[in-house]
């Protein structure tokens, strides 16, 4: 777990209504804020990419909530 002691900023994200009630229940259970869930998940996610695969690349095994970009705006 991370030193809580480290400086933190306030970030805004978008989430799903779904993923928001999630959150909230999750936390409630546990007994920790929401702040302290994103941050361990966002750092599992990091690592998970910042890790080259032994075959591939790290966004080969990503889910589909991660698109490249193909199109943009006029």
């Not at 306030?10 to 920790?32: C, F, I, K």
């Not at 998940?41 to 690349?57: H, M, S």
Request: proline residues 7%.
């Amino acid at each position: 777990m991370r030193d809580p002691k480290l400086q933190k900023i306030t970030a805004s994200v978008t989430l799903e209504v779904g993923q928001l009630e999630r959150l909230n229940e999750a936390a409630d259970r546990a007994r920790v804020s929401r702040s302290a869930i994103v941050r361990d998940a966002i750092e599992r996610e990091l690592k998970r990419y910042e890790t080259p695969d032994e075959v591939g690349d790290p966004l080969s095994k990503a889910s589909g909530s991660v698109l490249p970009k193909t199109a943009t705006r006029p």
